[in-house]
C-alpha cells in the first residue's frame, strides 16, 4: 500500500476542503486504491468511476445510504427507540426489483410534467429576493438558497410544508448519519434526529394514505401501490417519504451554493452570464461538472472482478469519488478551469450514471437555471464577501458550503434605475 493511500482520509481537511484536489495524486498514481482508514477501496478517474456505475449488477447500489461509520450501541438503540428502519428506496435497490419500481414512478420526473413546476419555482425565488434586495448584504444559504429548494421538494414530493427549520436539522442530521463520522455522543445526539425524521415520515404518510388524490411524487406513489402492490412495498415507501426529502431538497440547494459561489469566483463568466443569459444552462452543466453536489457515491462489489486493471474481490465496498472523476484531464481539457462552453460538460458523473442515474436532474436543472437567471438579472453587481472561511458538513458525499455572504451597493440594484 502507498503512503499516499495509507494517509486517505475522507474526514480529514484536505478532502473535505477540495475533494477532487486532494485525490489529484491517485488520479495521477493510483486511481484504485485501498483506504484502510476507511475500509474501502476509492476509485478516482473518469473512466473508472463511470464503468462502476455502468455494471449495477457486478457493483451493487446496496450500500448507497448504509451509514458510512459504524454505529455505537447508544446510537442503535435511540435508532432502536424511534422505531427506525430505513431500507430499500431507488437508490440504493438491487435488480430485478429496481428497474419494474423506478419505470413505474418514473412520470412525475418527465419534461412535460416538470415544466409545470417552472412558473412555482421563479415566483418562489422572487419573493426570496424581494426580502433582500434592498438590503446590500446576505448570506445566500440562509436567506434563499436551502428554503426555497426545501419548499420545491415538499410540492414535488406532495407534502405538506412544515416547520423549515426543524426539517433542515433533521435532513443535516441524516447527511451525518449516512456520510458522516460523528464522534459517539454526536451519534446519539444525530441519531435523536434522525429517529425524530423517520417518525416525521411516517406521520406524513399516514395522512397521505387517507387522502392519496393529491398531486406530488408521494401521493402518486400511493396511489400506484394499489396496482403494484408487490413493487411498491410499505417499506419502501416508508424509507423514500424520508430520502425523498434529502434527495430532492439537499443536493439541490448545496449545488446551487456551489456554482453561485463557484462564479463569483470567476467574476469574468459571472458577467459573461449577466451580459447574456443564453449562457446559463451551459453555465449550469459546468457548475455541476466543476463542483457538484455529490461528491462521492457507494457500491459493493458482488464476485470477483479489475476495475481500471486493479483485482478487487467480491465483497469489496467502494467510495466512487464523481467528482474526482469530473476533473479528470484524460475526460475533460483543463478540467480544473470553468469553461461554460465546454462541449463535453454534461459528461459529467455528478447525477451518477446508467440504470440508477438520478431521476430529478432536470428538477434540479431547471432550479439552478431559475436561481441563476434570477440573480444575474436582479443583483449583477453581486460580490462574495472578502475573507469569509466557508464551512462544510464533515461526510464523504453531499457537500456545499453552510453559509454563503455575498454584499452589493442597493442604490445600484437595476431595478432602482430601471423599476
Ligand atoms: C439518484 C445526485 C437532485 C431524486 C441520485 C444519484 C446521485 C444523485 C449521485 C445516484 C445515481 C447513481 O447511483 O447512479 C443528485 C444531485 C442533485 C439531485 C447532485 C442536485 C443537483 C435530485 C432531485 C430529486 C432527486 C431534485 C427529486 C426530485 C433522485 C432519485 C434517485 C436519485 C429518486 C434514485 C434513482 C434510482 O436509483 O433509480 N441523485 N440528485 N435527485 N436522485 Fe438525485
Not at 310 to 319: D, H, M, S
Request: with cysteine.
Amino acid at each position: 500500500m502507498s503512503a499516499n493511500a495509507a494517509a486517505f482520509d475522507p474526514f480529514g481537511e484536505d478532502y473535505q476542503a477540495d475533494p477532487p484536489a486532494s485525490l489529484r495524486w491517485s488520479r495521477d498514481e493510483e486511481p484504485v486504491f485501498y483506504s484502510p482508514s476507511l475500509g474501502y477501496w476509492v476509485v478516482t478517474r473518469y473512466d473508472d468511476v463511470k464503468a462502476v456505475f455502468r455494471d449495477n449488477v457486478t457493483f451493487s447500489p446496496s450500500i448507497a445510504l448504509e451509514k458510512i461509520t459504524p454505529v455505537s450501541e447508544e446510537a442503535t438503540a435511540t435508532l432502536a427507540k424511534y422505531g427506525y428502519a430505513m431500507n430499500r428506496t431507488l437508490v440504493n435497490e438491487d435488480e430485478p426489483e429496481h428497474m419494474p419500481r423506478r419505470r413505474v414512478l418514473m412520470e412525475p420526473f418527465t419534461p412535460e410534467q416538470l415544466a409545470h413546476h417552472e412558473p412555482m419555482v421563479r415566483r418562489l425565488v422572487r419573493e426570496y429576493v424581494d426580502r433582500f434586495v434592498d438590503a446590500g448584504k446576505a448570506d445566500l444559504v440562509d436567506e434563499l438558497l436551502w428554503e426555497v429548494p426545501l419548499t420545491v421538494a415538499l410540492h414535488f414530493l406532495g407534502v405538506p410544508e412544515e416547520d423549515m427549520a426543524t426539517l433542515r436539522k433533521y435532513s443535516i442530521a441524516h447527511t451525518v448519519n449516512t456520510w458522516g463520522r460523528p464522534s459517539p455522543e454526536q451519534q446519539v445526539e444525530v441519531a435523536e434526529n434522525v429517529g425524530r425524521f423517520w417518525q416525521y415520515a411516517g406521520t406524513v404518510l399516514d395522512k397521505l394514505r387517507k387522502d392519496p388524490s393529491g398531486h406530488g411524487w408521494m401521493p402518486y406513489s400511493i396511489r400506484a401501490q394499489r396496482e403494484h402492490p408487490d413493487v411498491i412495498t410499505d417499506s419502501y415507501l416508508h424509507s423514500m417519504m424520508m430520502a425523498g426529502i434529502v434527495a430532492a431538497h439537499e443536493t439541490t440547494a448545496n449545488a446551487a451554493a456551489n456554482a453561485i459561489k463557484l462564479l463569483l469566483e470567476n467574476r469574468e463568466v459571472w458577467e459573461e452570464i449577466c451580459a447574456d443569459p443564453g449562457l446559463i444552462p451551459g453555465a449550469v452543466e459546468e457548475c455541476l461538472r466543476h463542483s457538484g453536489s455529490v461528491a462521492a457515491w457507494r457500491r459493493l462489489v458482488t464476485r470477483d472482478t479489475t476495475i481500471g486493471g486493479v483485482p478487487v474481490p467480491r465483497g469489496a465496498k467502494l467510495l466512487i469519488v464523481n467528482s474526482s472523476a469530473n476533473r479528470d484531464e484524460r475526460h475533460f481539457d483543463d478540467p480544473d478551469e470553468v469553461d461554460i462552453r465546454r462541449d463535453n460538460a454534461t459528461d459529467h458523473l455528478t447525477f451518477g450514471y446508467g440504470s440508477h442515474q438520478c431521476l430529478g436532474r432536470n428538477l434540479a436543472r431547471m432550479e439552478l437555471q431559475v436561481f441563476l437567471e434570477e440573480l444575474t438579472r436582479r443583483l449583477p453587481h453581486l460580490e462574495l464577501v472578502p475573507g469569509q472561511k466557508f464551512s462544510y458538513v464533515p461526510n464523504t458525499s453531499f457537500r456545499g458550503p453552510e453559509h454563503l455572504w455575498v454584499h452589493w451597493d442597493p442604490a445600484a440594484n437595476p431595478e432602482r434605475k430601471d423599476p
